[in-house]
């Protein structure tokens, strides 16, 4: 018996047997039709959905893939909204690409819907750095922009991110109301396509110069990147979009001595040397880490293949490559900028940081210590990009970031970059060594026991398709009516829902507004008597949820850092068992 869910697939799927669209797509329709009807389901039970990151999906046919007609479907519905709120102007678009496969093709394809709507549009001749493209839409005074990448994803991922004229992600209500133009279009015709290619410029090398120079602009110790320019560096761009530009950077920066992995640095979206192109975890930064020990190198690095994210790997007393996790990198960047912003004397009360409510507490206590604000944001860039744009004219940003290995300095650019990242990270090194002594992980032991040793912890919990999302949203449903009483045996003594925008006191029975956040999301937050906190949140990009572990004590000295490491770990792999996440 065909069930409801089966009609409404099947009915989907026969419109992509018409005329309008091309033979190779019909032709994989009616083999999913005829032989894989969970395929079938998987392509076409849903419309790809702009979450935190814009759309996001497998490639493919189908409404739920990415493919040609997906992507035009929401550069038409982008392209309406833009005209009506922009009417009477002449509309300016950037897009760029990474390395994935098909990105060029879709790339190309959303330049020529664009234009052919009549906008200005300026295409970058061959990949980049996403944290470019929203450069170029601020450097060109555009009203939007669309970079195609599916981030660190697996090869058979690729994306679309949509961003505003401030060069962040689009945020409400221009999301929502980009989704309602999207579902404006119901069939190909109404996607103009073949028109005004005069109005497409591509953006070459000149234009990267100016977005170095930009980066360029952040150094703060350009006396100890003298002393030691030849601080040795391993970088790969993990077949991705830093390959040219992180290179460049550390050059203009002043590092002579830059090391490229060169089976990494070829560009290929099959990321043939990595199970998945994501620097967080150690079996990607593995060849980094070989050819650093290998060379006696003071740091390794990697971006992921839009080059937004940094994977940095230190060496630590005994010679070994500790792979910092995320929130480690945020604290040390953030720590670099906030010294010696003070040693400068730039310092005057008027500065700020932010970090999202998931990311180490550790950042709280630093920007205390300088007497900086700290702001706590929802998961995502746009919302740091969004805290930005509400200070601009009153206050100055210097930095922020989130755990999952995203960090932006300076405000030239709205969404994380990991180009900037590597050239401070190294800056960071060769000031530590100048000034201290020090290597860049002794002086990250160092920063533990003057600010207390805060350690976090993450578990993705991964539940694919059509079942996997609505199990994710059940299993948000039941901690809401059932949260933990204690946590470790500590009580848990508050609960911050970020749906509703509440925080209960759990003694007291009262809920108030969180503070200083206006955004809603889907995240749950337990904070215990001791300080420890969880946070569950399901991811907006992938299917996944993730628990989100955070617990502190006190470092007295360095040389017990390794006992006190072991007994945070252990406290979180305690919780994660209480938990039954393990």
């Known amino acids: 018996m065909v069930n409801e869910l089966d009609q409404l697939v099947l009915a989907k799927a026969e419109k992509w047997l018409t005329g309008e669209y091309d033979e190779a797509t019909k032709k994989q329709v009616k083999y999913l039709i005829d032989n894989d009807r969970a395929e079938l389901t998987e ?19 189908g409404t739920n893939r990415m493919n040609i007609y997906t992507v035009g479907f929401a550069t038409q519905g982008l392209s309406n909204y833009l005209k009506k709120n922009f009417a009477g102007e002449e509309i300016r678009v950037a897009i760029g690409h990474d390395s994935r496969n098909n990105s060029r093709m879709f790339a190309e394809h959303v330049a020529d819907i664009f234009a052919s709507n009549g906008f200005k549009v300026y295409l970058f001749d061959a990949l980049r750095p996403t944290p470019e493209l929203s450069f170029a839409i601020r450097e060109l005074k555009c009203q939007s922009g669309v970079v195609v990448t599916a981030s660190h994803n697996p090869k058979e991922y690729n994306g679309y991110k949509a961003y505003w004229s401030d060069g962040s992600q689009v945020t409400e209500p221009h999301d929502k109301n980009i989704i309602a133009e999207v579902e404006k279009i119901t069939s190909v015709s109404q996607v103009l396509t073949g028109k005004n290619k005069e109005n497409i410029t591509i953006l ?117 490559y500790v792979l910092l996790n995320g929130n480690q990198t945020l604290v040390l960047l ?116 003057k600010y207390g040793f805060y350690r976090e912890g993450l578990v993705n919990v991964v539940r694919k398709g059509k079942d996997g999302a609505e199990l994710i949203q059940k299993m948000m449903v039941e901690y809401r009516a059932n949260p933990p009483k204690s946590i470790l045996g500590s009580p848990v003594v508050k609960i911050y829902d970020y749906k509703t925008l509440e925080v209960l006191d759990v003694e007291s029975g009262k809920r108030s507004p969180i503070e200083g956040v206006s955004d809603h999301s889907n995240v749950l937050q337990w904070i215990t008597a001791d300080g420890t906190r969880v946070s569950v949140r399901p991811s907006g990009t992938e299917p996944k949820i993730k628990f989100y572990f955070g617990v502190k004590a006190t470092l007295p000295s360095v040389a017990e850092f390794e006992k006190v490491q072991a007994e945070l770990d252990a406290r979180i792999e305690e919780i994660k068992r209480e938990l039954k996440l393990e």
């Open 334 to 449: 953030m720590c670099y900028q906030l010294t010696r912003w003070a040693e400068l004397g730039r310092l005057d009360g008027n500065q700020y940081v932010v970090k999202t409510i998931v990311t180490s507490m550790m950042p709280d206590a630093v920007a205390a210590h300088f007497g900086v604000k700290c702001y706590n944001c929802l998961t995502g860039f746009k919302f740091i990009a969004k805290i930005i744009r509400e200070n601009e004219g009153k206050a100055k940003y210097i930095g922020g970031g989130e755990e999952s290995f995203g960090y932006l300095a300076g405000d030239y650019v709205r969404d994380k970059d990991g180009v900037s990242a590597c050239s401070l990270a190294a800056e960071a090194a060769a000031w530590a060594k100048d000034k201290m002594g020090m290597t860049l992980y002794e002086w990250l032991q160092d920063l533990y026991v």
């Open 204 to 320: 070459g090398e000149d234009f990267d110069e100016k977005y170095l120079e930009r980066i360029h602009e952040l150094s703060l110790s350009p006396e100890s990147v003298k002393k030691f320019h030849d601080l040795k560096i391993v970088y790969t761009p993990l077949h991705g979009a830093g390959v040219r530009l992180v290179p460049a950077s550390l050059h203009k920066f002043g590092f002579t001595n830059v090391i490229s992995v060169p089976e990494q640095s070829v560009i290929d979206g099959n990321f043939p040397t990595v199970e998945s192109p994501n620097p967080e975890e150690r079996k990607t930064m593995s060849m980094a880490i070989d050819l650093a020990r290998k060379e006696g190198a003071d740091l390794a690095m990697a971006t992921d293949p839009d080059s937004d994210r940094i994977g940095l790997a230190l060496r630590n007393g005994k010679g070994e």
């Open 43 to 61: 392509s076409f039970y849903k419309d790809l959905e702009f979450g935190t990151g814009g759309l996001r999906g497998i490639m493919g046919v």
